[in-house]
């Protein structure tokens, strides 16, 4: 009864996906691969943000994490991909609970900027320790993916993997934010304060969540590199953070179907702007924009709007006080 | 000795506009809440005024600067009406995923105008050196640091001799009172952003002639201001100053006496260490522990 | 066996001083109120008791457990439980889920004991009708409701209620005193309660604690404080009995 939901959702991304592997063009399949794997790390982003309410600008770091791990154990230490996949997503979870141990006790855009920072550090190391990672040209020649002796022959192929992996992330997050430990992340976003009052252990709640969305993050970014099979600083930018988070905002924060929607929204528009030619990216931050003012709710507001008349507005950000010649 | 003079001019000249990107930040973070990460955009978009009025239209020097503060004026005004107030009341992070939209918004839209070639911006004391203590100094460089700190004396005047200014203080205190008090509250919102197009006009203007105006400056602009007002304290003036030369100067001393590759990890790094182990910087008030 | 103690309490905010040398102990299942002007350090107390402010000085024993520096999920865990002055309710989840956070606090219950237990307490608080209700949906009153839910819902042996009467209509409140007193028989539930409405702390409490200026100023029954000099003067003497009685 409880599984229901979660079993739907997973049925629902192996039906609609199975059925655009069969339809779309062969270049639409790439981005529809680049979709998948985008969605993975932003139902993670979904845990830190949409539940706890950690704003993270450092989650492409993670991704890169991950990357880079399957990266350099493929191909300096000859590790199966099999093999380096789930070693990668391991030491990234403990990574982030290294990092996120002294930086959660921070908030709001306190968070926001030390994330950030974590982010421009994680590119600036990638880019200079060049004996391990490549330094700027990045690492090449990752090996291709086998399933049964047999390689992947193409995008279709790996989209398949790609949404099974997908609707098995998105199957876990659903009894995830079901239950107990679901509840008690959207406590802490709520108000921390009385989730202590609660019993609730907020520093152990809020490293989960954390640790949690790192190893989705991670996942995503073994999948990206066995897709590209190249990996480079410039894919885990804090740009690249950013990007996840609108994708999370403009598909509906808090929502496992939100962060689907708005991965594959944000991927795609830039190929339909294709006909503005150069000018696309102008367009693209003005779009994006329009949906943070039109449909504060994301895409998944959308049909509540329909529903439910629109929740009220939030409280403005707090002002704090100039100390001009104080 | 005269290397480290020469380094030190430098850092204090990058640091300064850094500075200024920081304070324009502070300012519409203090009286909107809005921390605006398009704050380098700004810089670049002063910078690209410059260009346009210096360089493609030939004007004589003091008209082409006024014309491009001029435009870094409006550019506050229109930014005031087309992202913020559509924006004011959504959250923390729907504004910074806003302002970093309309970020690539205006980087690109430079790119379309000015194309990815960087341009040369002059600076109105080209080529010209000064010797001091057996240094080579560039006579632009000390220009920057005595330019802005004018600009600083004028804040400083501006937020405590004038009416405009008071007011765009009791703004930021409170809001609901500055309104009960009877002022104008949207004006000095508005003021707010155009003060913070214009610093960030000035700071571009001079930032030209010391880097190669490039349209992707923006974003490591942005990241430096940042890393300045936390080392400074958030939301506080002169942490943003303070914070700003740190950071111009951790930035030449370290690339030259560290590491060139890790010399932004520097300032990131103390950056970090400074949210973990005092969050409010230097000048910043006591964060509250709870609430 | 006190179930709360506290000893010597003493807070300073720079030059102020909020609590001085304060000593309150609750007897299990006792009904204890607390009293005083605004800004007397009533809620500065229940912090200190809650762990929100750590004190300058001083002792907090639960149960005889000495848990001064103990971390506030901690002491919930340890049978403490506690409501807010303006009513602090988790707006994305619903009446159930709220309460429910209270019951998992019981680490052992699965899914299904935890909605049973969550019901059980909605069902003891009359908020049954409401349990998928959205807590944007709910009056202040009953949204206030659900927060004492909540914090029954953590199983605590002392619960500490700050201002629960403060917003609520008359037929409220007579219906939050029906609630505690009933509470109170079934359970052997000690309370401490922070109220301006002295009727309902005429009604409820067994010992009263006057604190002004952050000081101790009397203890004693209802009737004794009723009549005590210093607290007419302090209290009393400023408006207040027209709050309600």
């Known amino acids: ?326 | ?291 | 066996m006190n179930v709360l103690e506290a000893r010597g309490i003493s807070k300073r905010y720079g030059g102020l001083a909020a609590l001085s040398d304060i000593d309150l102990t609750v007897a299990k299942g006792q009904f204890v109120a607390i009293i005083g002007p605004n800004g007397a350090g009533k809620s500065t107390l229940l912090n200190v008791l809650t762990g929100l402010v750590m004190p300058d000085g001083g002792q907090v024993l639960l149960d005889g457990r000495v848990m001064t520096r103990a971390a506030t999920y901690k002491r919930i865990r340890a049978g403490l439980g506690r409501t807010f002055q303006h009513g602090r309710t988790f707006a994305r989840l619903t009446v159930l889920e709220n309460v429910m956070i209270g019951a998992a606090i019981r680490r052992d219950l699965g899914e299904a004991a935890l909605r049973d237990a969550a019901m059980a307490i909605l069902e003891q608080t009359g908020l049954v009708a409401e349990a998928n209700a959205a807590i944007g949906s709910l009056s202040y009153g009953r949204r206030r409701m659900v927060e004492l839910a909540r914090a029954l819902a953590c199983g605590p042996r002392i619960l500490l209620l700050d201002e629960p009467a403060a917003g609520l209509n008359s037929g409220e409140v007579d219906q939050l005193v029906d609630r505690l007193s009933d509470l109170r028989a079934k359970r052997e539930l000690a309370v401490v309660l922070i109220e301006h409405n002295m009727g309902m702390v005429m009604r409820l409490a067994e010992r009263i604690f006057v604190l002004n200026f952050g000081c101790n100023i009397a203890e004693g029954t209802p009737s004794e404080i009723q009549t005590n000099p210093a607290v007419l003067s302090a209290y009393l003497g400023e408006g207040y009995v027209h709050a309600g009685v």
Not at chain 1, 74 to 84: I, V
Not at chain 2, 39 to 63: E, H, R, S, W
Not at chain 2, 108 to 137: D, H, K, M, Q, Y
Not at chain 2, 168 to 173: E, F, I, L
């Open chain 2, 1 to 291: 000795m005269a290397d480290f003079i020469q380094l030190l001019v430098s850092g204090l000249a990058i640091g300064s506009v850094y500075a200024l990107a920081a304070i324009g930040f502070v300012i519409v973070y203090s009286a909107t809440g809005v921390v605006n990460f398009a704050a380098g955009q700004f810089v670049m978009v002063g910078t690209f005024a410059g260009v346009a009025m210096l360089v493609d239209a030939q004007l004589p020097a003091p008209l082409a600067y006024s014309a491009a503060l001029a435009v870094m004026a409006l550019f506050g005004a229109l930014f005031f009406l087309v992202v913020y107030l559509p924006l004011r009341k959504s959250s923390v992070v729907t504004i910074i995923i806003g302002t970093v939209a309309i970020g690539i918004t205006m980087q690109n839209a430079a790119l379309l105008t000015f194309g990815s070639w960087p341009f040369r911006l002059p600076s109105p004391v080209e080529g010209r050196t000064l010797a001091l203590g057996g240094a080579i100094i560039s006579t632009h460089a000390l220009g920057v640091v005595g330019v802005t700190a004018i600009m600083v004396a004028g804040l400083w005047l501006l937020f405590n001799k004038t009416t405009v200014g008071v007011g765009m203080r009791a703004v930021a205190q409170d809001i609901q009172a500055a309104r009960l008090m009877g002022l104008k509250v949207n004006r000095l919102l508005a003021l707010s952003w155009i003060l913070a197009a214009l610093l960030a006009g000035v700071a571009g203007l001079m930032l030209g002639p010391m880097w190669f105006a490039d349209v992707s400056m923006g974003d490591p602009i942005a990241l430096k201001a940042f890393a300045a007002t936390i080392i400074g304290g958030f939301g506080s003036l002169p942490g943003a100053i303070v914070g700003g030369l740190f950071v111009g100067l951790s930035e030449v001393l370290g690339a030259s006496y560290i590491s060139s590759a890790y010399k932004d990890l520097i300032s990131f790094g103390i950056m970090i260490v400074f949210l973990l182990v005092r969050p409010q910087g230097v000048f910043g008030e006591k964060i509250q522990d709870r609430g």
């Open chain 1, 1 to 326: 009864m409880a599984m229901r939901t979660p079993l739907a959702l997973a049925a629902a991304i192996l039906a609609v996906g199975a059925l655009l592997s069969f339809v779309l063009p062969e270049y639409h399949l790439r981005l529809m691969n680049l979709s998948v794997i985008s969605a993975i790390a932003v139902i993670g982003l979904n845990f830190a943000f949409g539940y706890a309410g950690l704003i993270s600008l450092g989650h492409a770091a993670f991704v890169g994490m991950g990357a880079y791990g399957v990266a350099i154990l493929t191909t300096r230490y000859g590790w199966s991909p099999w093999l380096a996949m789930p070693m990668a997503i391991a030491a990234t979870a403990v990574l982030a609970a290294v990092i996120g141990f002294p930086l959660l006790r921070l908030k709001g855009h306190y968070l926001a900027l030390a994330t950030l920072g974590l982010n421009v550090s994680f590119y600036i190391v990638a880019s200079n320790w060049i004996s391990l990672t490549g330094g700027t040209n990045g690492i090449a020649r990752i090996p291709e993916l086998h399933i049964a002796g047999q390689a992947l022959p193409g995008e279709r192929q790996f989209l398949w993997l790609g949404l099974v992996v997908l609707a098995v992330a998105a199957m876990v997050a659903s009894i995830l934010h079901a239950s107990r430990y679901g509840r008690a992340m959207i406590a802490v976003r709520d108000d921390e304060t009385a989730a202590r009052m609660t019993g609730v252990d907020t520093t152990v709640v809020k490293i989960s969540a954390f640790v949690l969305s790192a190893i989705y993050a991670a996942i995503a970014g073994c999948l990206f590199a066995c897709h590209t099979r190249f990996v480079a600083p410039e894919d885990f930018t804090y740009a690249h953070s950013i990007t996840y988070l609108a994708m999370l905002i403009v598909g509906g924060e808090s929502s496992i179907v939100g962060a689907i929607f708005g991965s594959v929204l944000l991927t795609f528009l830039p190929e339909w702007l294709r006909f503005l030619g150069s000018a696309y990216l102008v367009f693209f931050g003005v779009l994006v924009l329009a949906i943070l003012v039109f449909l504060p709710t994301g895409i998944v507001g959308l049909g509540r709007l329909a529903r439910r008349p629109p929740r009220r507005p939030a409280a403005p950000a707090p002002v704090r006080v100039p100390e001009v010649g104080s």
